[in-house]
Structure formats: C-alpha cells, structure tokens
C-alpha cells in the first residue's frame, strides 16, 4: 500500500479529466484515475472510487452518493420531520456501512455533526434512538477521532438511562467500542465517565442476550488496548485491573459463560477478553477459582474444528499460564494433549500454531515435570512440525524456539529426541531467516548442545564488526 495521501477531490478531478479530454466512460475513467496514482505510490484506501453523482439542484456541484445522502439527512434533522429522519439514516448508515472510504468522505465533510443531531432529536423515541445510533455506531467505526466530549456524554448516559433495554444497549455499546480502537484518550475519558460498571452491567442484566453479551465483552477488552500509536504510554494495565478490582469483571464474564455453553462465538468472546484481564498472578489463579479454566478447556475440545474459537481459547490459556500454580492446573486438566491437538489439527493457521506453541512454552517454564508431559505427549514434535509449516512465519518460528529451549533448559534427556526430530536443521534456517529469532534461536540450539556459530553483523563502521 502506498504511503502519499492525496484529497478525494484530486481524485474526482482526475476522473473528470478522463471523461473530458479522453473521452471515456465513467467506468473506464475510474479505474485509469485509480491506476495512475497507485502506480506513483498513493494510498488510495480512503478514495471513494466513483463518479460523483449529478446534484438535486441546477447550479449545484456535483456529488458523491454518500454526500448526497447526507444533505437530506441534514435537511430532514432541521426540518424536524422524524419519518424522514428515520429513512435516511437508514440510507446513510448502509452507505457508511459499505466501505471506509464513504464514511471518511462523510466524516470530512460534517457528518458527525448531522448525526449527533439526529440522536438528539431521537431521544424520547426508541425506534429512532435505535437508528440514530446505530447510524452513528456505523459512522466512528474506523472513524473515533470524530468523537467530542458532547458525544461520549450522550453515549454515557444513554446506557445509564436506557440499561433495561438490550437493543438501545446493544446499540450505544458498539459506538463506545468503535470510538475506544485506536484512540487512547476516548478510552480514558469513558473510563473516567464511568463506562467500565455500565458494560459489566449490561452483561450481567442482558446475560442471555448474545449481542448485548459478546458487544459488552469485546468493548471492555478494548479498554485494555494499547493500539494508539500517537501515545507513547497508555492505561490499558490500568483499565485491566479496575475491571477485574473495581467491577468484578473476571467473575462477570466467567458466570456469563455458563448461559452459552453452546454458542462458541460468545465463549471465544470472553475467552478473549479475560486473556486481555490476566495482567496478575492472583487474576490468573482467580480465574481458574471460579471454573474459568474448566470452561476454556472445554471449549477447546468441543470446538477444535473452530480455528477463530481454537486461536482465542489458546491465546487464553497461554496468558494464565502465567501463574507457575495455574501451570500445573492446567496440565492436570488435560490441556497440555489439546493444545498439541489444535496445531496438528491447524497446520496450516500460523496464528494457532503461533498461540499453541506459545501456550506450551508457558507451561514448560520452569516446569521440569510439564515438559515431561508435553514430550509425551508429542508437543515437540507439533512445534517442529510448525516451523516446517511455517518457515516465513516469524512469530511461529520465534514461539517454537523458545518452546524447545524451555523443554530441554531443565531436561537435557530431551535433548537427543528432539535433535533426532530434525530440530538443529529448522533453528538454524529460523536464524538465517529471521534477525529477530536469532537470539532464541542461538539459545536454543546452545542449550541443544549443538554448536553455535556466533553470526557477524557489519555495522557501516570502519573496523567495527559485532556479534
């Protein structure tokens, strides 16, 4: 993808120059314009690739659907008139819907505004409370910088006043989340707002609705993100322990699993989430206290088909395996067999052979007699088949090293098996391969026994060369 930002009118200019001077079709126009800037390195994701549309009135410019749209949601807020507010958020959030590129052309021609009217407007009538926000939920996604104060207020108390109702819930819970991705000061000003008890709220008070659960679920594991790249320090530790200290948040999700035994996209839901809350050793054994640990290995087992359920449930376990007790809890239910299970059974996913060997590499640390289980039970053998798999992989083949090193740092009668396995041949192209497994690939071949050639690195100085 390109790195140069051009403006959606650059791009509408050039299209209309083609239809002008070369005299082609609009659809022929579009796709020159988009080639022409994509073949000088421009990044033309929030383009909206179209030929404007004609405009209602004579004299006006023309436009793009979208925008068009939004003119008559405009008018129709100032206007008053509810039916026709209703219709064209309709409209408008479907458009928005579609691609980021119409949402941000909105976004940068006053949308947020018009929007937050309408939900003003709508307050008082459910049905176009719902379409407000879910108009607005439809805009922010991918959008949050849109948010102001006045917005996050709105939101804030919809979800007070309105928490006995799942579909207003539902909706107001996936605007805060859209505007909390990426966007680290949203994220703290909701949490100071008092979102964190409303989100644990709706999951306790709507616990047998899936939407309301698995919104609630992901909005609070986004308050633990630290994805905003403009801030060089966020609160997401913070924001994990008052979940879990201030809101009881590990006990909410491990109860509000128990209503969906069969429904494995809300079990992978809040298996997610409490990975993102095991920031503590208590929270990790916490977790397993209150049957968190049963659920998640069960779930593994009923759901090993399920590569999207399978990759959460492991990122789940190789984060409370944090805890040396858990450690052993966890082994002791069978888990060490399952996690071999899911990466043979998904070979070919990077991502769960990735969390299947980081999982087991959790559990052999420090843990003499784990790694006597995890040889048994094949786990060498299933990273090594991982790295074979997956040899571009960097983050497969950085889990599997430092898996290996963990099994025989402690054990070195694992060292022979797991050489006659093929290992010194797969570590040594992962540190040819990947500068960033060099070290846990050095360390692992060393605590193999194997030879290990120190590698030069040229530095650009004269006379200078490091190790």
Known sequence: MGSKQIAQETFDDAVQENIAEFEMDPEEAVREAVQQFESQGVDLSNIVKAVRQPASENG??????????????????????????????????????????????????????????????ALGDRNLMLKAFSTLSALLDGQPDLLDSAGQDLLLQTLKEHGEDGEVTLAGIRCVRHACLKHERNRQDFVKGGVLPLLTAAIVQHGS?????????????????????RVPFGHAHDHAKMIVLENDGLRVLIEAAKAFTDNSSVLSELCATLSRLSVRNEFCQE????????????LLADCIDHPDVVKQVLSAIRAVAGNDDVKDA???????????????HHLPNPQI??????????LALRKPENCNVIMEGGGALAALQAMKAHPREVAVQKQACMLIRNLVSRSRDFSQPILEMGAENLITEARAAHRDCDDVAKAALRDLGCKVELR???????????Q
Do not use: P
Request: hydrophobic letters at 50%; aromatic letters at 6%; proline letters at 0%.
């Open 330 to 344: 966890i082994v002791n239910a069978g888990g060490t067999g399952l996690i071999v299970l899911a990466i043979s």
């Open 353 to 362: 052979c990735e969390q299947g060997c980081a999982a087991l590499c959790m």
């Open 60 to 121: 006006q410019k023309q436009k793009h659907e979208i925008l068009l749209t939004l003119d008559s949601l405009e008018k129709a807020v100032a206007d008053c008139s509810l039916a026709e507010v209703a219709q064209q958020l309709g409209v408008f959030a479907d458009q928005c819907k579609e691609q980021l590129a119409f949402r941000y052309l909105a976004g940068q021609n006053g949308a947020y505004s018009v929007v937050f009217s309408a939900c003003q407007l």
């Open 209 to 229: 609705n899936a939407d309301v659960v698995r919104a609630a679920s992901s909005a609070l594991r986004v308050m633990t993100f630290d994805d905003d790249i």
């Open 456 to 466: 030069e690195l040229w530095t650009g100085q004269k006379g200078s060369l490091a």
């Open 287 to 298: 977790i397993v206290d209150l049957g968190g640990l049963n659920f998640m290995v069960a």
